[in-house]
């Protein structure tokens, strides 16, 4: 299962993160997600448990708790959804707007 935390403290290091959730049982992978630009922490991650119930528990437990000063959410991630993004201005140079409505003021 993998599984969404948010609310991180922006030091917090995915190791850390790692042993904190194995204490619930086996951990395949952790990502905290960072800034492309500065390498900082975005103050969320990822973590996958392959076992679903060691998952489950965790989720249960560690939600709303206190983590290296921070009260983490800790949810079952939902998949990612397809296209995402939207808005902004087009890369080509047909003459685009903003995106959105087309009306020329």
């Given at each position: 299962m993998n599984i969404f935390v948010a609310k991180l403290n922006f030091k917090t290091?995915?190791?850390?993160?790692?042993?904190?959730?194995?204490e619930y049982g086996e951990v395949s992978s952790v990502k905290i997600v960072t800034d492309h630009e500065t390498g900082k922490s975005k103050g969320f991650g990822f973590v996958e448990?392959?076992?679903d119930d060691e998952?489950?528990?965790?989720?249960?437990?560690?939600?709303?708790?206190?983590?290296?000063?921070?009260?983490?959410?800790?949810?079952?991630?939902?998949?990612?959804?397809?296209?995402?993004?939207?808005?902004?201005?087009?890369?080509s140079n047909d003459g685009g707007g903003w995106g959105g409505n087309k009306r020329r003021y």
């Open positions: 290091k995915e190791e850390n993160l790692r042993r904190l959730f194995e448990m392959p076992n998952a489950q528990n965790a989720i249960e437990d560690l939600n709303e708790t206190e983590f290296e000063n921070a009260t983490i959410v800790v949810n079952k991630a939902r998949p990612k959804t397809e296209g995402g993004g939207g808005g902004g201005r087009p890369r």
